[in-house]
Nanobody, 122 residues
Framework: QVQLVESGGGLVQAGGSLRLSCVVS????????MGWFRQAPGKEREFLAH????????YYADSVKGRFTISKNNGMNTLYLQMNSLNSEDTAVYYC???????????????WGQGTQVTVSS
């Protein structure tokens, strides 16, 4: 069974950076696409970024384009999200998930992690 475990969340000041990690077990991360999502209190889950199985192609939501970078290390079976220039609107629980880009932009996926909290203080 595929399991995804996020880490790296925490409290950061506005303008700061964080790097989230998502370790995958039960399958080879190099064989499927993955994405990052978030859900703020009282809001629907939001797609953020997607990366293909090879790591060659990436796709971002407009809200994070130019600030966030998705990447993966297939050898370590780990997905990353580098987040820069954070602001209070980035406060949310962040989730990694596996699935195609068409799934991701519809906020759906095959497998989900449990999430990691990111809080940005102003």
């Amino acid at each position: 069974q595929v399991q995804l475990v996020e880490s790296g969340g925490g409290l950061v000041q506005a303008g700061g950076s964080l790097r989230l990690s998502c370790v995958v077990s039960g399958d080879n991360i190099g064989s499927f696409d993955m994405g990052w999502f978030r859900q703020a209190p009282g809001k629907e889950r939001e797609f953020l970024a997607h990366i293909t199985w090879s790591g060659i192609s990436t796709y971002y939501a407009d809200s994070v384009k130019g600030r966030f970078t998705i990447s993966k290390n297939n050898g370590m079976n780990t997905l990353y999200l580098q987040m820069n220039s954070l602001n209070s609107e980035d406060t949310a629980v962040y989730y990694c998930a596996s699935g195609s880009r068409s799934q991701a932009v519809r906020n759906t996926a095959n497998y989900w992690g449990q999430g990691t909290q990111v809080t940005v203080s102003s």
